[in-house]
């Protein structure tokens, strides 16, 4: 019935999708199983996409050739630049999306993707033969072969979920846990863990009365995810903000008795950054209220999703308490919030490809690893794809590095660092974040997507165009001269100093409160030039005139650190004879295994010493 295949990827969500499209667009032949074909790529929680850092990743996974930035603009509701106040390292882009659409055109985008099959079932064991996995066994008996699997089971492995007192199997809401995989890597030697991770109540938008709401709409000029030419909806939709208060809290401190959390039924750690509105009210008991986001689920439904009220209390008690929130008095509930909670694996067990180190060819991608968040489940899956792909046609596996992409930062966080609670991306993880922005992901990363096949001529040739264009820009700014007396009547409006002789144009854009839309106003020669560029490409060449000496001092540091990350180290290295290493330095880096000297840096536990003394034998 089946034949062989390349690769098997392990459930269709977010990593799962972008595994599939990324080895089968490589030319690895794909089996994609998931137990319900109708909830492929489904949102399981909020219907938004990028965020804080969140959308870097987005942009990162478009521009080496992944789908969800093209599936996100296609499905997109609102888009917003947020940070814009900040410094271009903290712009994100984030969109509204609709729900139901964001999983149709993932499947649809799938099946059109040559080399992709599909199979609806519950995978609940591994084929492995000496060390190596084969292929998987379904719970309808079915034995399926494979070079390479790809395991991406979100919240599925033994998903238990909560509501007050009421506890039942299942990997979400309405849809059973899988069972088997958890208990037989485990009897081959991987640590296994609980995390805990929830969702807050879907209400009725037409019981809202918004009028006691704050609106929030998205960008007036919106932008998008991907570095494609795919179009984004025209029309938009508003979201709304409105605020809890004392009397809420104390509905909610009536259900603590009976919360899981509290009362200890629920194991696994939650999510640090977005934690349930009973954890907010109890470790932020000086707070008078929190910000509640009331988002739409799509266009066709009245479905609204109640951000920042995630909950595992009892659906009475959040019934209670929802109607206290201002413009919620007559909310009708369609479905309460829950948490659940579900195996992962210490991602310290995989390489940096997200190969495993005990089981040849099996990789690990998602939630199964630690993560919480679609963007962060997608980037591994994209790179797992990417990679199992290479072993199977033995060709060189791709590691991103730190200094070149959140990606990057992310799976060496997880396989260097480890994660006790669900890990979420931010800014502020990434020490070159300044070199990281999301305006720059295409410029950084389609030359590798290219150099893969997943990037077309064409499409670099777009991206080689940007970056001499900019340059053009930038030089042109460097010659172009603007008089004094022009200057100066702008300079006034903008409350910035005067000058007392004449400047080239880079001159003035140095300052922080004149941009180049600024100069437009008073140099015709500068006006024309514009006129033959887009506006993607003039914000370029603005970031780089504003920050070049900073970019400058980074990609200093970024050379600096290369030396240690160039230095190699065999992974077979036996730390146990290194006797001048401290004792937890050599447990710590036999578990490991580090690939670079740089990456042994970062490990918990070794210390700078401990790196002097692996330096020394490393060059002798």
């Known amino acids: 019935m089946f034949k062989e295949y390349d690769i098997i990827v392990v459930g269709a969500g977010h990593a799962g999708c972008e595994a599939a499209a990324a080895a089968a667009n490589l030319g690895s032949s794909v089996l994609l199983i998931t137990m319900n074909m109708e909830t492929i790529a489904q949102m399981s929680c909020n219907p938004a996409m990028g965020g804080v850092a969140k959308g870097q990743i987005v942009r990162e996974i478009d521009a080496m050739g992944g789908y969800s930035g093209i599936i996100s603009d296609k499905t997109t509701l609102q888009f917003r630049m947020l940070n814009l106040s900040k410094g271009p390292a903290m712009w994100s882009p984030r969109a509204q999306n609709d729900r139901k659409r964001f999983a149709e055109e993932w499947r649809l985008a799938l099946e059109l993707t040559p080399n992709v099959d599909f199979w609806q079932d519950m995978v609940n064991s591994l084929i492995i033969k000496n060390g190596v996995v084969l292929g998987v066994k379904t719970s309808l008996g079915v034995e399926i072969k494979a070079k390479s699997v790809i395991l991406t089971n979100g919240t599925f492995l033994n998903g238990l979920i909560h509501i007050g007192e009421k506890k039942f199997g299942g990997g979400r809401t309405g849809e059973k846990a899988a069972t088997g995989i958890t208990e037989q890597l485990t009897l081959l030697g991987f640590e296994a863990g609980r995390m805990k991770t929830g969702t807050p109540p879907r209400v009725d938008g037409r019981s809202l009365n918004y009028s006691l709401m704050e609106e929030q709409w998205g960008d007036e000029n919106p932008g998008k995810f991907s570095y494609t030419n795919v179009d984004i909806p025209k029309e938009k939709r508003c979201c709304w903000i409105t605020y809890t208060n004392s009397n809420v809290h104390e509905t909610l401190k009536e259900g603590f008795e009976k919360s899981p959390m509290f009362t200890g039924r629920i194991k696994g750690l939650g999510p640090r950054y977005c934690p349930s509105i009973e954890d907010k009210i109890n470790r932020f008991a000086d707070r008078e209220r929190h910000q509640i986001f009331v988002e739409p689920e799509g266009w066709n439904t009245c479905e609204i999703y109640v951000n920042g009220f995630s909950t595992s209390l009892p659906e009475d008690v959040q019934y209670k308490a ?26 310290t067990q995989l390489a940096l490809t997200l190969e495993t180190k005990l ?22 899956g994209f790179i797992a794809g990417i990679n199992a792909h290479q072993k199977v046609y033995e060709r060189e596996e791709l590691v991103m590095k730190r200094s070149e992409s959140y990606i990057g930062v992310l799976i060496d966080d997880l396989v260097t660092k480890g994660t006790e609670e669900p890990y979420r991306m931010f800014t502020s993880r990434a020490e070159h974040r300044l070199l990281l922005r999301q305006d720059n992901a295409d410029i950084r990363l389609s030359p590798i997507g290219h150099s893969l096949g997943l990037i077309s001529d064409e499409r670099l040739e777009k991206v080689n165009k940007k970056i001499s264009n900019s340059d053009a820009i930038v030089q042109f700014t460097r010659k172009q001269g603007i008089e004094m007396a022009v200057a100066n009547g702008l300079l006034e409006t903008l409350g910035t100093s005067p000058l007392n002789q004449n400047v080239k144009i880079i001159n003035l854009l140095s300052r922080p409160q004149v941009g180049i839309n600024d100069i437009k106003t008073v140099s015709v020669p500068f006006r024309q030039l514009l006129k033959d560029y887009d506006q993607e490409t003039i914000e370029q060449a603005e970031i780089k005139i504003k920050y070049e000496s900073y970019f400058e001092k980074e990609q200093e540091i970024v050379n600096k650190m290369q030396k240690m990350e160039d230095k190699d180290i065999n992974p077979h290295f036996d730390y146990a004879q290194l006797l001048s290493l401290s004792k937890e330095a050599r447990e710590k880096l036999l578990k490991i295994k580090p690939r670079t000297l740089g990456q042994a840096s970062r490990i918990s536990g070794v210390s700078p010493s401990d790196i002097s003394v692996l330096m020394v034998h490393l060059t002798k």
């Open 322 to 347: 929802l109607i206290k929130i201002p413009g919620f008095e007559n909310a009708k509930m369609f479905r309460p919030g829950y948490a659940i909670e579900y195996d992962y694996f210490p991602p």
């Open 359 to 380: 089981i040849a060819n099996l990789f690990f991608a998602g939630q199964i690893n630690g993560t919480t968040g679609y963007e962060e489940a997608a980037s591994q």
